[in-house]
């Protein structure tokens, strides 16, 4: 059977339904996939493409899906709940898989999947959307510039962002748990936003916080600087609240806790407006230095986080289905280069 098809997997979910709709856009017809099969089916039906309703419950049930597929596009989370399966099912059927995913143990479980995947001829490449192809181009380009660089700080600031279900899921199983940077290539565990800091980025002065991204895994592949951290926008009233949170982990840790929370996102709208993100925007600032104390800045200016991940995704898928992918393990900006960002609309450098 001849393996010539894109597979998008929780095209029911706010983020998976932004990538079947832009799809068209890259000449992308994926076969939409997922669990529900009213809501898929309708928007298959709405967008006149196939479709096919499966689980995730075993690789090798996935397999029996996937033997026609390239590409798999995987966009359902929890990852941590979902990606293991998938891409073992790729790599058993040489398929190719990329995901939306910005959980650093996913991408750590991921990364011990290369030789396998090398084997098989595919890649893998979690975080092809916002985690992380803005700051994972910028950490590869302060490492062109400063080859010896020892210390990487990654910052993302959004203006009028809002937050999907299965971004608020993602983090209400996160919630009271600390965070993680690396330091001289180890991960070490910190308090949530045990750092904050002014930084002049796009021409203003503003305040951000540390927290657990993507970037401290993908980072550290893509550039091998040993310590980095992450941070992102946050007023500081919000900050020095969240200096206290470790005194109520162990609360927020709760099964009640997180059951709340999870009643309140439902309730809430499925996630921005097409209005409420075309009026959103990023920027991505990083910082490296040597241990002579040089230091060097880079900054862009992007989409919001919604718009960048269904395109990004999609220009990966592009470039994968025209035969333009490295087997095994792979990051955006490692496999792509420091200027795949400027491939993706509203994206530009800031001098």
């Known amino acids: 059977m001849q393996k010539d ?4 997997y929780g095209a029911n979910g706010y983020t998976g339904t932004l ?3 832009y799809a068209k856009e890259y000449n992308i017809s994926p076969i939409l996939a997922g669990r529900n099969e009213k809501v898929i089916s309708t928007i298959a039906n709405q967008l006149n493409f196939s479709y096919r309703i499966f689980p995730l419950d075993t690789s090798a049930s996935i397999q029996q899906q996937l033997q026609d597929v390239k590409l798999v ?3 359902a989370g929890p990852f941590d709940r979902t990606a293991k399966q998938m891409l073992e099912a790729c790599i058993a059927t040489n398929t190719h898989y990329i995901d939306i995913n910005g959980d650093i143990s996913v991408f750590e479980m991921i990364k011990t999947y290369d030789a396998s995947a090398k084997q098989a001829g595919v890649m893998l490449m979690p975080g092809a959307g916002f985690d992380v192809i803005p700051t994972d181009c910028i950490a590869l380009d302060l490492k062109q510039k400063l080859p010896d660089a020892t210390h990487l700080q990654l910052a993302f600031i959004p203006t009028n962002g809002q937050i999907s279900h299965g971004t608020a899921t993602t983090m209400a199983t996160r919630i009271g748990e600390d965070a993680v940077v690396r330091i001289n290539g180890k ?7 045990f750092k904050g800091m002014w930084i002049d980025a796009n021409g203003r002065q503003r305040f951000v916080m540390s927290l657990q991204w993507g970037d401290i895994s993908t980072a550290y592949h893509t550039t091998g600087i040993p310590n980095v951290e992450a941070y992102t926008g946050m007023k500081p009233s919000v900050y020095r609240l969240l200096k206290f949170q470790f005194l109520i982990n162990w609360l927020l840790r709760t099964k009640f806790i997180r059951r709340l929370l999870q009643n309140k996102i439902n309730k809430a709208p499925a996630g921005p407006t097409d209005e409420q993100r075309a009026s959103a925007s990023t920027v991505v600032w990083g910082k490296a230095w040597n241990t002579d104390g040089k230091e060097i800045i880079s900054q862009l200016t992007c989409a919001d986080g919604y718009s960048l991940t269904a395109w990004g995704s999609l220009l990966i898928t592009q470039k994968i289905m025209a035969g333009n992918y490295k087997a095994g393990y792979q990051t955006p900006a490692g496999c792509y ?6 491939e993706i609309k509203g994206s530009a450098a800031v001098q």
């Open 19 to 21: 990538i079947a709709r």
């Open 187 to 193: 991960f070490v565990r910190k308090p949530l936003g």
């Open 73 to 75: 596009i995987h966009a």
């Open 5 to 8: 098809k894109v597979l998008l």
């Open 337 to 342: 280069g420091k200027d795949l960002v400027y």
